[in-house]
């Protein structure tokens, strides 16, 4: 089966079924992840550029408890 006719039947798929095809890619990423295969040039550029961007901001985040007891306390839209 051809690239295009993979794309052409994604639509096609239930909800379940599409989740099912991003988790294998997902386990095929790593997997060539894991066996050396590095990110491409470009990906190299923007994740560089995305942690060069947060080394510039001054606000590194907050801890993940504070953020879920906020949004725990705030009340609902």
């Known amino acids: 089966m051809s690239k295009a006719e993979i794309l052409a039947e994604l639509p096609k798929l239930e909800a379940a079924e599409?989740?099912?095809?991003?988790?294998?890619?997902?386990?095929?990423?790593?997997?060539d992840l894991l066996d050396g295969h590095g990110p491409t040039p470009e990906e190299k550029r923007l994740l560089d550029q995305a942690l060069a961007e947060f080394e510039r901001d001054g606000q590194r985040g907050e801890p993940w408890r504070d953020v879920l007891h906020r949004l725990q306390s705030s009340p609902p839209r």
Do not use: D, K, S
């Open 18 to 31: 599409r989740t099912q095809v991003f988790e294998r890619l997902c386990e095929l990423q790593e997997r």
